[in-house]
T-cell receptor, first 112, second 109 residues
Framework: NAGVTQTPKFQVLKTGQSMTLQCAQD?????MSWYRQDPGMGLRLIHY???????DQGEVPNGYNVSRSTTEDFPLRLLSAAPSQTSVYFC???????????FGPGTRLTVL | GDSVTQMEGPVTLSEEAFLTINCTYT??????LFWYVQYPGEGLQLLLK?????DKGSNKGFEATYRKETTSFHLEKGSVQVSDSAVYFC????????FGAGTRLTVKP
């Protein structure tokens, strides 16, 4: 099992550029989510999905899009990057009723 | 809405010292409570959890007790090691996960 994988590990963008952060899991988890981690603010939920074809917004969804076409993949799209989106992004997954959530290694994004 | 407040760091201790990291929560009902640990350059890993009042979660010498009356879930360890240096996050879950801001612990030999 690879667990939860994320690519890329690091990315630098210019303001206004778009990109997609990839997330995949091989544990057949229905529930997947995206968080951003900022100093002094812990992790904040961006979007989540309870299964293929179903997504919903978290605490800080503005500026991000998601889709869930398969159980395994949950990409996060930045449509027009802004410096305020400089952060470390974590993808996570779990079974719906499980307490344990598995995190990917993170993507460090810098927007200039 | 649901929220978690944990003590601000950073916390610096000598090896074999006693550790307490305070965590309090605000939520309706009975959320599940968690402590996650993040080692440098890695994602978060579940350290311990408790799902109902008076439950004690424990792992790797760390403990935390779910206190409904004080809405707290403080993390403790009797004797810390250098390898415990990391950032610790308190979290709760009802529908989705809510995390505290994190507390950075540094243990010096």
């Amino acid at each position: 099992n690879a667990g939860v994988t994320q690519t890329p590990k690091f990315q630098v963008l210019k303001t206004g550029q778009s990109m997609t952060l990839q997330c995949a899991q091989d544990m057949n988890h229905e529930y997947m989510s995206w968080y951003r981690q900022d100093p002094g603010m812990g992790l904040r939920l961006i979007h989540y999905s309870v299964g293929a074809g179903i997504t919903d917004q978290g605490e800080v969804p503005n500026g991000y899009n998601v889709s869930r076409s398969t159980t395994e993949d949950f990409p996060l799209r930045l449509l027009s990057a802004a410096p305020s989106q400089t952060s470390v992004y974590f993808c996570a997954s779990r079974f719906p009723l499980a307490d344990t959530q598995y995190f990917g290694p993170g993507t460090r994004l810098t927007v200039l | 809405g649901d929220s978690v407040t944990q003590m601000e760091g950073p916390v610096t201790l000598s090896e074999e010292a006693f550790l307490t990291i305070n965590c309090t929560y605000t939520a309706t009902g009975y959320p599940s409570l968690f402590w996650y640990v993040q080692y440098p350059g890695e994602g978060l890993q579940l350290l311990l959890k408790a799902t109902k009042a008076d439950d004690k979660g424990s792992n790797k010498g760390f403990e935390a007790t779910y206190r409904k009356e004080t809405t707290s879930f403080h993390l403790e360890k009797g004797s810390v090691q250098v390898s415990d240096s990391a950032v610790y996050f308190c979290a709760l879950r009802r529908n989705d996960m809510r995390f505290g801001a994190g507390t950075r612990l540094t243990v010096k030999p």
